[in-house]
């Protein structure tokens, strides 16, 4: 698995673990944590780019390989787009490589994406997959580029893939230093009794899926032969400040937010239709927003004690 020990990568380490899966994870720890994954676990430190993924690869003859890691930032893509395309474009071709230098064996790769980056903004919601996939940003672009590759690949080397396109995913262990994770940079700030900031008038609406749930999509997902792409949302939209209120009631925050200038390549309205991974994978998310802001606004507080 690359990006294991980050937000989504960790958790589902511990998913594959209790499943009984050997699982072995490549990280950078650019932005992943040592602590984020359980004792003992074998973890390889290299960049993506590194051509020692292949050798790893070659070394583990994986049955089933999860793709996670990835530049995720809007921003830093739109200021460095060949820095961005060189981690999510070149880095996954490398990976890809070491997938075919094996070549005796069928290996399952589950790529995970971004949905709302993909459709952009869709004159329809909430978005299914066929709905026109519209990049406003390089890294949209580039996460997307990468879903191309993979039908080639398949042909090249006999590939099996699944591609998951995510909504908004939150949850325990996200990173509140980063711009993609705006409910742990709301619990985190109001938990320590900082001034926040909304980009625009925080009406804009993306649709939130609790770390779990999306896990339980992968795990499915890698378990059977269907490639998606497949939406893992809710279909429902949330504005920013609707995500503020609650999380200020959870946090016994009363002070409010000031409001700042857009943020380019955001998208303002964006909820995916998941009723193809309903369909395809008989998935359906389980854990309801508020329940799911609250176990996290919970974790963020354990973290303080």
């Keep these: 698995m690359t990006g294991a020990a980050g937000f989504i990568g960790s958790h589902l ?3 594959l673990i209790a499943d009984g899966y050997s699982v072995t994870g490549i990280d950078d ?22 051509l020692e993924v292949q050798t790893v690869v070659a070394e583990l003859r994986p049955d089933i390989v999860f793709h996670l890691a990835a530049q995720i930032s809007v921003s830093i893509s739109a200021r460095e787009p060949q820095l961005d395309a060189d981690v999510n474009i070149g880095g996954a071709l490398n990976l890809f490589e070491g997938i075919r230098v094996v070549g005796d064996k069928v290996t399952k790769i589950v790529y995970v994406t971004s949905g709302g980056t993909a459709y952009g903004d869709p004159e329809i919601i909430p978005a299914d997959e066929s709905t026109p996939v519209r990049p406003l940003s390089p890294y949209g672009a580039s996460k997307l580029a990468v879903e191309t590759y993979l039908p080639i690949y398949e042909k090249l080397c006999d590939l ?21 994770g705006v409910v742990a940079i709301f619990a985190k700030a109001m938990l320590a009794g900082k001034p926040l900031t909304v980009f625009g008038d925080g009406n804009d609406e993306r649709d939130y899926i609790y770390v779990q749930d999306v896990v339980d999509a992968i795990s499915r997902a890698a378990e059977g032969t269907l490639p998606g792409p497949f939406n893992v949302g809710t279909g429902i939209g949330t504005s920013t400040n609707r995500i503020f209120e609650v999380i200020a009631q959870h946090c016994g925050h009363t002070e409010v937010a000031s409001h700042g200038p857009d943020r380019p390549g955001d998208i303002n309205r964006i909820s995916l239709d998941p009723s193809k991974a309903k369909r395809e994978l008989g998935w359906i998310p389980q854990v309801s927003l508020e329940d799911g802001l609250k176990t996290t606004v919970d974790w963020f507080k354990q973290q303080g004690e």
């Design 29 to 50: 720890l650019s932005s992943g944590k040592l602590d984020n994954l359980p004792s003992g676990f074998d973890l390889r430190k290299m960049d993506i780019r590194d």
């Design 13 to 15: 380490v511990d998913r």
């Design 160 to 180: 099996q893939y699944s591609i998951i396109r995510l909504a908004n995913v939150y949850g325990p262990r996200q990173d509140p230093h980063g711009e993609a």
